[in-house]
């Protein structure tokens, strides 16, 4: 009867999680389209919809335009240099805002994979994901949440031939799963 209940948890808890960040991101979005609607428009569940595929749609037409046009490029790099970080708390806004987009949209085919590494500690040996190289900034994922866990500057780390995939299924199993991939 345990073994079934747990097959069930397992089955169920990664389809809720799903289905209650959607809820939540649609709820975001319903409340911005009636903000934006008419007051003497009537609202319909299927306006969040248009309102979603619309911001889709601008974000993808401003990237390929950017993109392509190389004088709005060089405008950009302008306005970045001579207005952007010449203010100081607007310059600290938009290169966090910069860093975390980056973070985001980096192609792990691109090379935004980040490297596992082993750090050798007085109480053992933790695994950790080289989050800055040039800085040599180390993230140490905590066990079982993998978005929280402790940042470590150190030079003294051993890259392992792991994904991030491996490291969080290591730490999210408590080690159970994909052991054997750190050797």
């Known amino acids: 009867m345990k073994q079934y209940f747990k097959y069930g948890v397992g089955l169920i808890l990664p389809l809720a999680l799903v289905c209650a960040v959607l809820w939540w991101l649609y709820g975001i979005f319903a409340n911005l389209t009636m903000t934006f609607l008419p007051a003497t428009m009537v609202y319909h569940w299927w306006f969040t919809v248009i309102v979603l595929a619309g911001i889709v ?24 240099k001579y207005i952007i970080k010449r203010i100081p708390i607007v310059s ?17 085919k691109e090379g935004g994979n980040f490297p596992i590494v082993e750090i050798e500690t007085g109480i053992g040996k933790m695994l950790g994901v080289l989050t800055d190289e040039e ?3 180390v993230f140490v994922i905590s066990a079982p949440i993998p978005s929280s866990g402790f940042i470590i500057k150190t030079d003294k780390y051993k890259k392992l031939d792991m994904d991030l995939v491996d490291n969080i299924q290591i730490n999210a199993s408590l080690g159970k799963v994909k052991g054997n991939k750190w050797k």
């Open 57 to 80: 749609i601008a974000i993808i037409l401003i990237g390929m335009i950017f993109s392509l046009i190389k004088p709005l490029r060089w405008i950009k790099e302008q306005v970045e």
């Open 135 to 137: 800085h040599n900034i």
């Open 92 to 108: 600290t806004i938009y290169n966090f805002g910069k860093e975390v987009s980056s973070s985001f949209v980096t192609d792990i």
